[in-house]
């Protein structure tokens, strides 16, 4: 079946860590979004990528960063200078033009130890 | 500029009642229109779009909406509440324009026995 698959589900960090959170897609979908979610708020955006080698920044990019080299596959990785990472973090994809509905993974939560 | 507002956080009711969960959107161009839900630690499912067809949407699980371009509206109802209806529900725009879509905050619908 096609979708998107996040790993792990569950991450832990230690203070000063940089860690990488995997999404992969075989919907052959060419827009991929990485958005993050808090206890009680909405999704906020991270970072988008339109096609391969290309991506751009959302509303909340300080702190990540990302690779598009492959269609498949779009890895956020949280870096130490972002100073409040815990959250659950989500990972979609859409057809273009961007206006198209997205698809999701099932999320990582990513915890500070 | 596009937006979406969800009028209450939190609502509840019975099993066996009206659900009645509240969009309310704004956007320069003609928009198209999305309700998500979202069961916990789980990423988003798409329940039904509007993309300038008919105006009343028939989605998955019973849900349906309704486009109101006076009231600029698009509330979510479903007849008849199911314990199995409780989640975090996402409305989201997005525009012929080809803008990307922009999630308004969740409202989390709670079903009592």
């Known amino acids: 079946d096609g979708g998107i698959t996040q790993s792990p589900k569950y991450l832990f960090r230690k203070e000063g860590q940089n860690v990488t959170l995997s999404c992969e897609q075989n919907l052959n979908h060419d827009a991929m979004y990485w958005y993050r979610q808090d206890p009680g708020q909405g999704l906020r955006l991270i970072y988008y990528s339109q096609i391969v080698n290309d991506f751009q920044k959302g509303d909340i990019a300080e702190g990540y960063s990302v690779s598009r080299e492959k269609k498949e596959s779009f890895p956020l990785t949280v870096t130490s200078a972002q100073k409040n990472p815990t959250a659950f973090y989500l990972c979609?994809?859409?057809?273009?033009?961007?206006?198209?509905?997205?698809?999701f993974g099932d999320g990582t939560r990513l915890s500070i130890l | 500029a596009q937006s979406v507002t969800q009028l209450g956080s939190h609502v509840s009711v019975s099993e066996g009642a009206l659900v009645l969960l509240r969009c309310n959107y704004s956007?320069?161009?003609?928009?198209?229109l999305f309700w998500y839900v979202q069961y916990p630690n789980q990423g988003l499912q798409l329940l039904l779009k509007y993309t300038s067809a008919a105006t009343l949407v028939k989605g998955i699980n019973g849900f349906e909406a309704e486009f109101k371009k006076s009231e600029t509206s698009f509330h979510l109802t479903k007849p008849s509440a199911h314990m199995s209806d409780a989640a975090e529900y996402f409305c989201?725009?997005?525009?012929?324009?080809?803008?990307?879509?922009?999630f308004g905050g969740g409202t989390r619908l709670m079903v009592k026995p």
């Open positions: 989201a725009v997005s525009s012929n324009a080809g803008n990307m879509l922009t």
């Open positions: 979609a994809s859409s057809i273009r033009p961007l206006n198209q509905p997205q698809h």
């Open positions: 956007s320069s161009v003609p928009p198209y």
